[in-house]
Nanobody, 124 residues
Framework: QLHLVESGGGLVQPGGSLRLSCAAS????????IGWFRQAPGKGREAVAY????????NYTDSVKGRFTISRDNAKNTVYLQMNSLNTEDTAVYHC?????????????????WGQGTQVTVSS
């Protein structure tokens, strides 16, 4: 069992920044790829970013490329999502999830473990 806990969400003005953290405990964290997903009110879940177990491979959905950066520190069992130039369309609950699957990173059904989520609200 892998337990994931997100933190770092909050209220930020358009153009601002936040850094989300996903802290893991339990199984060998460095054996898992980690994805960040978000869900806005009334919308489906959207894959945002992905990082491979060793951090050597990352992926982003087009709408966040150049603004968001995913990274990980396996010594601290933590994955980060640095979010810059935030806009109102980034408002959502953000979840991190873990997988050992080799399927496409944006397939949420491939992820075995999920955190409870952290709210990000971008508003003036």
């Amino acid at each position: 069992q892998l337990h994931l806990v997100e933190s770092g969400g909050g209220l930020v003005q358009p153009g601002g920044s936040l850094r989300l953290s996903c802290a893991a405990s339990g199984l060998a964290f460095d054996g898992y790829s980690i994805g960040w997903f978000r869900q806005a009110p009334g919308k489906g879940r959207e894959a945002v970013a992905y990082i491979s177990p060793d951090g050597g491979s990352t992926n982003y959905t087009d709408s966040v490329k150049g603004r968001f950066t995913i990274s990980r520190d396996n010594a601290k069992n933590t994955v980060y999502l640095q979010m810059n130039s935030l806009n109102t369309e980034d408002t959502a609950v953000y979840h991190c999830a873990a997988t050992t699957s080799g399927g496409p990173w944006y397939w949420d059904w491939e992820y075995d473990y999920w955190g409870q989520g952290t709210q990000v609200t971008v508003s003036s």
